[in-house]
């Protein structure tokens, strides 16, 4: 672990992200999975067809400092993503539509938790909308890639805008959100916002169900763990969609 941190402060962070970015091209391609990942360039859906939304989740936006700059991401980032078709087999990538946050490509400056410090950075805040669509990935079923959950949690239970186990963190090069459309059917998402919060919508000319999500959440000393189960209320079938590790923030 020492040689290792050595090496991350040896090496500048230009080239290690090239070299992140470089290693996931390798393997997108090797794993034929290049191929599937949806571009902003994909083929426009049929606009005679009615996008019925047919999941929703909406969650508050916390006054936190530099809120301002995270609903301003926030909502850069749905441009990235809104009415984008997802077709049947095709794998969402977040990165892969919304591109590098930073100044030059219109973000601004947000609170984010990088190696357990909460500082400020572009793209700060956008983790709150890979959340929701995360959400609405696993609520309808979808086949879950990569996800990656925050490794510390920074919020109590009165600031917490999601329920501690449902987040996705996402940092470029390094933590991505990937699913896979396992409908027979394109979809595609939407997003609204009011002064206070934000909602995502999984819209389709098709019925979606919704599946049943169940939190085991255990509390320790300096950390809880969760284990998240996904239902599937028709059938009955279970999936345990894995546990995580939150360790307690600490200022």
Not at 146 to 170: K, N
Not at 181 to 201: C, H, K, Y
Request: aromatic letters at 12%; hydrophobic letters at 35%; one cysteine or more.
């Amino acid at each position: 672990m020492k040689a290792k941190n050595f090496l991350r402060k040896l090496i500048p962070f230009r080239i290690r992200l090239e070299w992140k970015l470089l290693s996931q091209w390798a393997r997108d391609k090797r794993n034929g999975i290049s191929e599937r990942v949806v571009r902003i360039n994909n083929p426009i859906l049929n606009p005679d067809k009615f996008y019925e939304p047919y999941l929703t989740i909406t969650q508050k936006m916390n006054s936190t400092p530099n809120a301002s700059g995270k609903i301003h991401n926030l909502k850069h980032s749905t441009e990235f993503l809104k009415d984008i078709p997802i077709f049947p087999g095709q794998i969402f990538s977040f990165f892969a539509l919304v591109g590098r946050p930073s100044k030059k490509t219109g973000f601004k400056s947000g609170r984010c938790l990088i190696s357990g410090k909460l500082v400020t950075d572009y793209g700060g805040g956008i983790c709150q909308l890979s959340g929701i669509i995360y959400q609405l990935a696993i609520y309808s079923g979808m086949k879950i890639h990569e996800r990656h959950p925050h490794s510390f949690d920074i919020y109590t239970d009165e600031t917490r805008f999601s329920p501690l186990g449902l987040d996705a963190g996402v940092a470029f090069g390094y933590k991505d959100l990937r699913f896979e459309n396992t409908f027979a059917f394109p979809i595609l998402f939407r997003f609204e916002f009011s002064e206070t919060e934000i909602s995502g919508s999984i819209c389709s000319n098709a019925p979606i169900g919704k599946y049943e999500i169940e939190l085991a959440k255990i509390d320790e000393d300096n950390s809880s763990v969760i284990r998240t189960i996904r239902n599937e209320m028709k059938t009955g079938k279970t999936e345990d969609l894995g546990t995580v590790r939150y360790a307690k923030y600490k200022e």
